[in-house]
């Protein structure tokens, strides 16, 4: 899949590992934004087994 993408992008080694880094940010972005605040609530973090004692 790496490869697929770095054969796909345009320009030089220079560009081309600008635009995977660009595109590492924007999925993280994305990831931190959107997908991980809507999944928190399905998670069960707080199910835990430790009394307070």
Do not use: C
């Amino acid at each position: 899949m790496y490869g697929w993408i770095w054969r796909h992008l345009p320009g030089n080694v220079l560009v081309k590992a600008l635009i995977s880094i660009v595109l590492i940010l924007a999925v993280v972005y994305v990831l931190f934004q959107y997908v991980f605040p809507w999944a928190e609530p399905l998670l069960p973090f707080n199910d835990v087994t430790v009394d307070n004692q």
